[in-house]
């Protein structure tokens, strides 16, 4: 059995704090931090909280008690990406370790925002402090997966998701009134409605096509879900679209009908921030970023019930993609692969 490194083992406890950010943060990251004593005690601990609050590195200092501030220039702290070293909602942090005089950073990852990108690092090598990178790296590349890709291709990680029937169905493709727009299927459970409001509470948007919105009205939000962040609703702008459909009601954005796919993407990277979308249909809206090749995850939900005709679920190829994730939820399979870009 493999013995964890002393920094290690604090990395972990670093992570498990940034978790608790999940769904408060963006378009900020989640970032866990934890100040060790030269005995090895952890005299501090701090995670970011809310976005626009103090970030992490400045709740773990916050918590150092008076009794055990003198030791904070003999101490370590462990910080699972790269301290800012910018004026953004709140100081740079990368400033105030040098100020509180941290002996020691050991940093989990490298920021990949263009204001950061090294420069936290080289700020605390310039003021004297030891710093050490790379600990528990893809762990913390993973926690942040949304805001790591987001800067590193230009555009917000897309996740694709749809529920099919074990037939290979999204829907029916018949309504009420005799129309080729899909109705309302459902194929959740209560269980895989509230992971469904769990998952979209780590992005900034959710996005469904036209024919979507016409035909089941959503609400494009995690109601079920406790998050401080709720995401904005996306759709194609149309006249076919009810004045009174629920996304109009609330934050959302409409793609314009002339407007390319890379394009409406670098749009909501540049001028809205954002990280991460997640796409739910309908079946063309699924396929066009299938074909361009724009997207980096696939969740395919898949119910035992069968219903015979309808709009088939998007085609793809999931041998050219890595599967992550074969679960069991509400007696559904679900099926989570990422793209090997």
Not at 51 to 70: K, L, T
Not at 268 to 283: C, K, M, S, W
């Amino acid at each position: 059995m493999d013995i964890l490194s002393d920094d290690t083992i604090y990395m972990r406890r670093a992570l498990q704090l940034a978790a608790c950010g999940y769904g408060h943060t963006f378009t900020n990251p989640m970032v866990g931090a934890v100040i060790v004593a030269p005995d090895g005690r952890i005299i501090g601990e701090g995670w970011h909280r809310r976005y626009g609050g103090p970030h992490a590195e400045v709740n773990a200092v916050r918590s150092v008690s008076a009794a055990d501030r003198h030791l904070l220039p003999e101490s370590t702290i462990y910080v699972t990406l790269e301290p800012c070293s910018h004026f953004g909602k709140t100081p740079p942090c990368s400033s105030m370790l040098i100020r509180e005089r941290l002996r020691r950073v050991v940093v989990g990852a490298s920021d990949p925002f263009p204001e950061v990108a090294g420069r936290g690092l080289k700020m605390l090598r310039d003021a004297g402090c030891e710093v050490t990178t790379g600990v528990m790296e893809q762990e913390c590349i993973e926690l942040n997966l949304h805001f790591m890709t987001a800067h590193r291709l230009g555009r917000p990680f897309v996740m694709l998701k749809w529920a099919q029937s074990a037939d290979g169905y999204i829907g029916t493709g018949i309504t009420d009134d005799g129309s080729d727009n899909p109705s309302r299927v459902v194929f959740s459970s209560m269980l895989g409605q509230l992971a469904v409001h769990r998952l979209r509470a780590s992005f900034q948007g959710v996005m469904a096509g036209v024919n979507t919105v016409i035909a089941d009205n959503p609400r494009l939000d995690c109601r079920l879900w406790p998050t401080l962040c709720q995401p904005v609703a996306i759709s194609q702008r149309s006249r076919r679209i009810p004045a009174d459909a629920r996304i109009l009601q609330r934050d959302h954005i409409l793609r314009e009908p002339s407007e390319s796919l890379a394009g409406f993407l670098r749009r909501l990277y540049t001028e809205q921030r954002f990280n991460a979308i997640l796409v739910e249909g309908g079946h063309d809206v699924l396929q066009e970023f299938i074909r361009l090749d724009l997207f980096d995850a696939i969740r395919v939900e898949t119910s035992p019930s069968l219903l015979g005709h309808g709009v088939k679920a998007p085609d793809f190829n999931p041998s050219a993609l890595t599967l992550k994730e074969n679960l069991q939820i509400g007696g559904n399979s679900v099926m989570l692969y990422r793209h090997r870009h």
